[in-house]
């Protein structure tokens, strides 16, 4: 059976309110639901939640992009790096995720029975939602600098205050818009995993789910590993700001380095007869930083 054009209509606008595949119109006035086994139902149930999660997901990308990102008097009190940091890639995130959902319509185009939706989730994990790791990895410089501005910046601060008040929002932070590609990116796995559950064994869309799932699952360990590699970097940057005499034969700046373990240690000195007498002048403070390939001894400045 055909999906009617006002159903995609629906799925972007209002699909909060579609929970259920067997409460649409179209599929009671079909007599599937009388013709389907309960298995079936439940399987149909669990790929249109996929479907309308998307279009929510895309709805609430639209609130960022038209409220936020277009916003004239936020634009104004950003120089155009720092909207570039506390946006990042959004836009490319949101074309991938455009085309993602109009595939899923598409697809109930073609009969309000759907026939699978992880053959789309696959193709598209593998073409297109590369653009999630490089936005979730660029969070660690989002986060840094909204907190800079809000700190700052008061045009920014007033700005914001003001949009996160308007009621398109519906009482959401600006914070809460900027970590939904990650969030969606974790929650589709989860989706597509049900999907599995409930596949039958040795079916096409079992072996489809089994790929979109170890492909959205590559996905997030590459999103995770990227975070981890990038605090890392964040943090070796930060050492290296506190050291005065910087060694140019050994960087502390290293992809393959990263801290194990930090502390102030004392350091015992003076002639051996002499350390048992617990003197204060026979103990010296330094600093140790413990990296994977690297101990570094150092001690405060005069």
Excluded at 12 to 41: C, F, H
């Amino acid at each position: 059976m055909v999906c009617p054009p006002v159903l995609q209509l629906q799925l972007r606008r209002s699909a909060r309110s579609m929970s259920l595949w067997q409460n649409l119109d179209v599929v009671q006035a079909s007599g599937l639901l009388t013709q389907l086994l309960q298995k079936e139902i439940i399987m149909q149930e669990a790929m249109f939640e996929l479907v309308t999660s998307e279009a929510s997901y895309y709805k609430s990308l639209e609130v960022l992009e038209a409220h936020f990102l277009r916003n004239p008097v936020l634009i104004n009190s950003l120089s155009q790096s720092d909207m570039h940091f506390l946006f990042s890639n959004i836009e490319e995130v949101m074309k991938a995720s455009e085309r993602f959902l109009m595939d899923l319509e598409h697809r109930m185009e073609k009969s309000i029975l759907i026939s699978d939706v992880c053959d789309i989730v696959f193709f598209h994990a593998v073409e297109h939602f590369n653009v999630f790791i490089k936005y979730v990895i660029n969070q660690v410089y989002q986060e840094k600098n909204y907190r800079r501005l809000l700190e700052g910046n008061q045009a920014f601060r007033d700005a914001m205050a003001a949009l996160e008040n308007h009621p398109c929002v519906r009482g959401l932070s600006f914070t809460s818009f900027l970590i939904l590609p990650f969030q969606r990116i974790t929650r589709l796995k989860m989706l597509v995993q049900n999907i599995l559950k409930k596949a039958e064994e040795n079916s096409e869309r079992e072996a489809n789910a089994i790929k979109a799932h170890q492909q959205l699952e590559q996905i997030v360990k590459e999103c995770n590993e990227g975070v981890r590699k990038m605090s890392r970097t964040e943090e070796l940057i930060s050492i290296e700001k506190t050291l005065e005499f910087k060694s140019k034969s050994v960087p502390i700046i290293s992809h393959s380095r990263w801290l194990l373990k930090k502390g102030e240690v004392q350091l015992m000195a003076g002639p051996k007869s002499t350390r048992t007498m617990r003197s204060r002048k026979l103990y010296q403070p330094v600093y140790l930083f413990l990296f994977n390939n690297l101990l570094l001894v150092t001690k405060p400045s005069s």
